[in-house]
């Protein structure tokens, strides 16, 4: 019974940001918290986690396999494939985080870069590094 109460508020979930212009591909794999605020423009792949505590802004694009958890990412942000985005993290406007990175406690400048196979912890980068 757990189960089917899980699917349903997944599908609720689902139908809810579909219903608000979030493009999803295979939406059948993508997780959702009921907490969790998708701005305008978005774009989701197969096999998202999407954790308590994460608002998305405009024009985002999250690539397949990527998790999300307690962070902020800002407008015309591109994540993943195979991203994971821990607590405390903020990507801000224009940022680009690439495939196999992990960002924990972290404030990612404007228009900076983590092109791939990185992790960034407890830091801040400046604008378009």
């Known amino acids: 019974m ?3 109460n899980s699917q349903n508020i997944q599908n609720k979930l689902r139908n809810k940001f579909k219903s608000s212009g979030v493009k999803m591909i295979g939406p059948e794999t993508i997780f959702f ?3 969790t605020k ?3 423009n978005v774009t989701i792949d197969p096999y998202v986690v999407i954790a308590p ?3 998305i802004g405009d024009n985002v694009k ?4 990527s998790h999300l958890e307690n962070c902020k990412i800002e407008n015309n942000v591109k994540i ?10 903020i990507l801000q406007a224009g940022s680009r985080v690439g495939n ?5 406690k972290s404030n990612v400048g404007k228009k900076s870069k983590i092109n791939h196979l ?3 912890g407890d830091s801040s980068l400046g604008n378009s590094v």
């Not at 993943?80 to 993290?89: E, H, K, N, Q, V």
């Not at 196999?100 to 924990?104: D, G, L, N």
């Open 33 to 35: 918290s009921k907490d």
């Open 118 to 120: 990185s992790y960034i």
């Open 53 to 55: 505590k994460v608002k």
């Open 2 to 4: 757990k189960q089917i």
């Open 62 to 65: 999250i690539n397949s396999f």
């Open 100 to 104: 196999f990175v992990e960002i924990k």
């Open 80 to 89: 993943g494939p195979y991203a994971r985005i821990r607590p405390g993290t």
């Open 38 to 40: 998708i701005g305008k």
